[in-house]
């Protein structure tokens, strides 16, 4: 879909789309891609995957991957920047319970230069039901994560 929107597309050796997926690589490839572009997605399909296979283990550790090299990372990154941000969430839910996409609500994570925080709590379906805040539309995040 970048590709489609005229987004340039970073090869990361070793990425394969699921739990196995080079992280490293994909966290690094994002702190250099900082220097040159205004935006820098990530995408990562490890916990998707775990959850379409009903292992809570591997969901697990694939979450402890995503945050030890990609989230951490970047967000150290970052720092040297005067104005960033960050937005960290899935693109749909996958609950263990069913191993299928769901139409529950997407929980996302923000923070960064003028982002006011709603709740500080561990990032969680739950922590983020807790908020109360909810976006209805999806195609309404990005503005909000870019304007708010």
Same mark, same amino acid.
Do not use: C, K, T
């Given at each position: 879909m970048s590709i489609l929107i005229g987004? /340039?597309? +970073?090869d990361v050796p070793g990425a394969t789309g &699921?739990? /196995?997926t080079n992280y490293q690589g994909k966290g690094s490839a994002a702190i250099e891609a900082l220097d040159k572009y205004d935006l820098v997605f990530v995408h +990562? #399909? !490890?916990p998707d995957e775990a959850s379409h296979n009903g292992n809570a283990d591997m969901k697990k550790k694939a979450i402890e991957? +995503? /945050?030890k090299h990609i989230v951490g990372p970047v967000y150290e990154a970052l720092q040297n920047y005067d104005s960033w941000r960050i937005l960290v969430g899935p693109d749909h839910p996958t609950p263990l319970r069913d191993g299928a996409h769901s139409a #529950?609500?997407?929980p996302f994570a923000m923070a960064g230069t003028g982002v006011n925080g709603i709740l500080h709590a561990n990032f969680s379906e739950a922590? @983020? @039901?807790k908020? !109360? &805040?909810r976006i209805d539309n999806g195609f309404e995040l990005m503005e909000y994560f870019l304007k708010s």
């Open positions: 987004f /340039d597309l +970073i &699921f739990v /196995d +990562i #399909e !490890g991957q +995503i /945050d #529950e609500p997407v922590n @983020a @039901a908020s !109360g &805040f």
